[in-house]
């Protein structure tokens, strides 16, 4: 139900944007999360945004650096990454569900994900 897309490859400083489409159905009143899973780690949460955009929540090592958004025209959320760095290596995934927002963090709290998107930081 989500298409993500955007990743690839990147130096260390650079930028990125990371997409991700659904249904509007699929995003109506639900808020969006985004994680990333390095290899041979667990999946660990990024950042999060509610259906309206107002609100949004980042964990600590990216605050500053990658911020959501979304185009609710488009049925689309984005997650901008800025001078990233070789740790932020990783496949990243967008996911929704209802009344996520509580427990934003908490991936098993989220019913719907995308099939994830791979980039690169090199340094």
């Known amino acids: 139900q989500l298409q993500a897309s955007g990743g690839g490859s990147v130096q260390a400083g650079g930028s990125l944007r990371l997409s991700c489409s659904a249904s509007?159905?699929?995003?109506?009143?639900?808020?969006v999360g985004w994680f990333r899973q390095a290899p041979g780690k667990e999946r660990e949460f990024v950042a999060a945004?509610?259906?309206?955009?107002?609100?949004?929540y980042y964990e600590d090592s990216v605050k500053g650096r990658f911020a959501c958004s979304r185009n609710n025209t488009k049925n689309t959320v984005y997650l901008q990454l800025n001078s990233l760095k070789p740790e932020d290596t990783a496949v990243y995934y967008c996911?929704?569900?209802?009344?996520?927002?509580?427990?934003?963090?908490?991936?098993?709290?989220?019913?719907?994900w995308g099939q994830g998107t791979q980039f690169t930081v090199s340094s």
């Open positions: 945004m509610t259906w309206s955009g107002r609100n949004t």
């Open positions: 996911a929704t569900g209802a009344s996520v927002w509580s427990h934003k963090h908490i991936a098993s709290k989220y019913t719907s």
């Open positions: 509007r159905r699929t995003f109506t009143n639900n808020g």
